[in-house]
């Protein structure tokens, strides 16, 4: 089984953003141990966690906040905005089901250092 599934698959030439549900959590497990958003740099093969704050769905756009910047998506295209910097990112919404093997790979790695208590 899977160590996790994926809901937002992001994605760019430079990086990807997705959004996963870590699988095979006790039933207490809390929203912020189930889900993860991660931030991965196709140029250093690195995954960054975003820190989320909060989220809003109003009709076809969705946007997160995250301490690192903002993200707003709709069924096709998103922009993830930088805090620090301001540097924007055009991105496209791709299906979960196209999510490249070495992304899937290091999310799997990631989840694995990162056991909840």
């Not at 740099?41 to 960054?48: C, M």
Request: aromatic letters at 14%; a negative charge.
């Amino acid at each position: 089984m899977p160590t996790f599934e994926c809901l937002y698959f992001l994605d760019n030439f430079y990086l990807a953003i997705v959004e996963v549900k870590r699988n095979g959590l006790a039933e207490s497990a809390t929203a912020a141990e189930k889900f993860h958003w991660i931030r991965y740099d196709r140029e250093t093969r690195t995954i960054v966690p975003l820190a989320f704050r909060s989220m809003d769905s109003a009709g076809e756009v969705e946007e997160r906040y995250f301490e690192q910047g903002y993200l707003k998506f709709n069924a096709a295209i998103g922009t993830f905005i930088e805090k620090y910097n301001s540097a924007q990112h055009p991105l496209n919404r791709i299906s979960c089901s196209e999510l490249p093997e070495e992304i899937s790979s290091a999310i799997t790695d990631y989840l694995s250092r990162s056991e909840p208590a």
